[in-house]
């Protein structure tokens, strides 16, 4: 059984940078969509970014375009989310999952659609 671990999170200044990491463990994900999701207190889980088996393809938020960066290196099993000019309203618990099918032709955006998920990262951006 796949599990997926966050890290990188933390607390960091309006206009710093942060790279989260998410490792699997127990199977590999290398055949698999692996997205990023976010969450505040009392909001849902929102579509962060997410990025095809091999990251040729990649799609991201429009709220974070241009800022954020998904890779992966599947040597390691690990997906990663470069963060740059993180502003107040990136403030979250992120999270790394998996999708439900392994090499979706559409890249999945909603939730459902994703079956294997960490247990999130604390993401604090202060003014």
């Known amino acids: 059984q796949v599990r997926l671990v966050e890290s990188g999170g933390g607390l960091v200044q309006a206009g710093d940078s942060l790279r989260l990491s998410c490792a699997a463990s127990?199977?590999?994900?290398?055949?698999?969509?692996m997205g990023w999701f976010r969450q505040t207190p009392g909001q849902g889980r929102e579509f962060v970014a997410h990025i095809n088996w091999n990251g040729g393809r990649t799609n991201y938020a429009d709220s974070v375009k241009d800022r954020f960066t998904i890779s992966r290196d599947n040597t390691k099993d690990t997906v990663y989310l470069q963060m740059n000019s993180l502003k107040n309203k990136d403030t979250a618990v992120y999270y790394c999952?998996?999708?439900?099918?392994?090499?979706?032709?559409?890249?999945?955006?909603?939730?459902?659609?994703?079956?294997?998920w960490g247990q999130g990262t604390q993401v604090t951006v202060s003014s």
């Open positions: 127990g199977r590999t994900v290398s055949s698999y969509v």
């Open positions: 999952a998996r999708s439900r099918l392994q090499l979706p032709t559409k890249l999945p955006v909603m939730k459902y659609e994703y079956d294997v």
